[in-house]
Structure formats: C-alpha cells, structure tokens
C-alpha cells in the first residue's frame, strides 16, 4: 500500500510540473527603444507549436499589363502589402502578429528603413498588440522578382 501510494504522489508531482512547464509563457527580452518595436531575444518554452513562415514580397498596385512593368509603390506600402500577405497566411494557420517570435526583413538598396519601421511598429509593440519578435533586418542587392524592395520571413509560436 505505501508503494501505491508513493507510486501516486510521485505521479501527482510529475503532472503538476508537466503542467507548471507547459504552462509558461513565451519570453519576450524587450529593447527599452519603443522605436523599432523589436526584441532583443524571445525565448519559446517547451509545448508550443512553432511556424516557420516563408518569405513574403508585396504584391504589386498595378500589376504588369500592354507591356508595362508592375508598380510596387514605396517602402510604406509594400511593406503594408507584405505584412498583409503574410497575415493572410497566419490566418489560415490560426496565428496572429502577436504570435511572431522572430522576423527576417531584406531591404534593396532603394528601400527606406525609416518607412519600414513606421508600417511595422503598427502591427508589433502597440497597446492593441504588444508583443515585438526578435527581428534582423537586413540590405541586400536585389530579390527574386526585380521591382519590390522588401521581403520578411516569420517564425511563430503558438500553443497547440
């Protein structure tokens, strides 16, 4: 009988600290710059699903036609147009911004950071919102598709 018993306090205190373990939050080691709304490092514990986003580009506001190039607008809009394809995606996943713990921004030469920072600090860091992801942000020569100037990749956690 105590071996039952001591079978079952054991087993007791295992669950309670499974549950304690499964139970914690992501970690979020905030810059104390609100400008840009980004981590310095989050840490995602055990019993969460992770997400890993492909990169996204903007999609054009005037598509190619009659033999003219597509129009992609500034860094504002296609940076609006980009966090708005991944959020589609995050959708028919069940995620949200709030979710991002890591993000991945590449900027061609004639992209203004500037601008990117303000469209991203809409969506990261507010009151609504106010979870910021690890972020590295990053120029680069040019993207797959000539014409954009911006591309991000997310990483998400979620628990299941």
């Known amino acids: 009988m105590k071996t039952l018993c001591k079978s079952a ?13 499964c139970a914690q939050e992501i970690q979020r080691l905030n810059r104390t710059s609100p400008v840009p709304a980004i981590a310095d490092a989050t840490v995602v514990p055990p019993g969460y699903t992770t997400y890993y986003l492909s990169g996204a580009l903007p ?6 036609a009659n033999g003219q190039p597509a129009e992609w607008g500034d860094t504002a809009q296609q ?10 995606v995050m959708d028919k996943l069940g995620i949200g911004y709030g979710d991002v713990v ?4 590449f900027l061609t030469p004639n992209a203004s950071a500037a601008e990117m920072n303000k469209v991203w600090s ?3 860091g507010t009151a609504a919102q106010p979870n910021k992801p690890a972020r590295a942000t990053v120029h680069i020569h040019s993207l797959v598709v000539p014409g ?7 990483t998400a956690a979620k628990k299941p």
């Open 9 to 21: 306090l054991l087993g007791a205190a295992l669950c309670a600290a499974a549950t304690t373990v």
């Open 59 to 64: 999609s054009p506001i005037k598509p190619a």
């Open 79 to 88: 940076t609006r147009s980009t966090l708005n394809n991944l959020k589609a």
């Open 102 to 105: 890591s993000a991945h921004v």
């Open 122 to 124: 809409t969506e990261f």
């Open 148 to 154: 954009p100037l911006i591309e991000i990749e997310f």
